[in-house]
């Protein structure tokens, strides 16, 4: 994987149907694309690799999306945004998901056209900080 000039997203999600369709659509847009499937494995992960953002599942098996992005956040890299791509979109869900780190919030079912530019919008605004 040529990731020298390609914007890295890493996804952390259990279900692989999600995982597949966020590759395609990422990827054909020209990002490239780290997955994870769990907290331990993404913490393996970021051990040999910086991505430039990082979009969090928040119903994970062993760690939470919750727990998991206030890990990464104060422990290995704050500087890198944290988006949830969660279908939790009960009241309180998006302070939630805020309070525990994350810079944004996309809601699933994840909307295949609008997705690229959702991700470079918080790519965008990272950078203008
Ligand atoms: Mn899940």
Do not use: H, W
Not at 69 to 75: D, G, N
Request: glycine share 4%; net charge negative.
């Amino acid at each position: 994987m040529d990731t020298s000039t390609k914007l890295v997203v890493l996804y952390v999600e259990d279900n692989v149907d999600n995982r597949v369709l966020v590759r395609r659509i990422l990827e054909a847009d020209g990002f490239a694309v780290i997955e994870a499937c769990s907290g331990p494995e993404a913490f393996e992960k970021l051990k040999t690799q910086t991505p430039d953002l990082i979009l969090m599942d928040i119903n994970l098996p062993e760690i939470d999306g919750y727990t998991l992005t206030t890990a990464i956040k104060t422990k290995i890299t704050p500087e890198t945004p944290i988006i949830a791509l969660t279908a939790n979109v009960m009241k309180g869900d998006r302070e939630k998901t805020l309070q525990a780190g994350c810079d944004g919030y996309i809601q699933k079912p994840i909307d295949v056209d609008a997705l690229p530019n959702q991700v470079r919008s918080f790519l965008r605004s990272k950078t203008k900080e």
